[in-house]
């Protein structure tokens, strides 16, 4: 399978497609910048796309690009956050969150909210498992078996369904308070549930 | 120490104040409910105070109690949830989060925000530990390191600071999608970060 990365630039983004890369999976990255224009339409043409723009371009990015996104599953892994003083803090969007911008600007597509708190430099360690549970949103079933698909191909990873699109305000919004954890006690944190049966 | 407890009549509440008397505070319960009216002045009396009532009732208990709290570590452990259909949403509210509101209700506290993920029938069970961290966050670092203390003594649980009262929307809204977990799973999740060494 094919996935394309929108915004394959960021720390994020290239950790992620590297990883997806090192599974087996066929990886196309796109970028925003003006000499991979092209690039952008070709990730946009991945049977499913992750959009890993910064939070303020994930929804227009997939508004323009909706042609090419029609019935797909789209993974939003983007988050709203702002650094306020040494703090980093969420931001609640109209809607909710990101994920939900997104759907909103290409109903079309099958968007799911996942990949918000892997950490990036653990994610591209590509020889060492990552050791996290993967929250996954969305509100087509589909589209988060889809993912949950490509999350238990990474090693130390499991998937977990949290149910429709509205949870990923709070999917996203923890991601601040995970990277809070990462400065307060200098290390990345990865989240872990306990409680439920593999 | 005495700590008392307001809203104690909940599940969160009767399993906190069960779980801190088990570990050697004494514990004094309050409730709103009219017979038991005075014993709410009497918890608001304890050295320390959590706020473990329904969410709407969390800022105009503290405030009706002021007097009682002055300059003490009150810590908030309310979550504004709803359930729509079978699914559990965080709400937003105008501050951001319950705990910002109690602030607001009783400025001359200490307030911090924890205990929101542990679940309410693990935590009661005391012949066993609960296995969870527990997030905490305060603008007053005293109160912080007060509420640390007390998460220290429960057995499994560990506690983290996670920053500023700013973070408690983070920190509340994520206790719906552990509530998704364990309607999805059919079990009780607790949060467990990697990476922190204890």
Known sequence: MRIGILGSTGPAGTALGARLASVGYEVILGSRSLERATQEGTAAGGEVVVV????????????????????????????????????????VLPRGSVAAHVQAAVPSCRVAAAFHHLPAKELGELGEPVDSDVLICSDDKAATSAVAEIVNRIPGCRPLDVGGLSQAMAVEAFTATLLQLNVRYKTRVAPKFTGIRS
């Open 52 to 91: 890993a723009t910064p939070w303020d371009s994930a929804a227009p990015t997939a508004g323009e690009l909706e042609r090419h996104l029609t019935g797909k599953v789209v993974i939003c892994m983007a988050n709203a956050l702002v650094r306020v003083g040494r703090e980093f803090q969420p931001l």
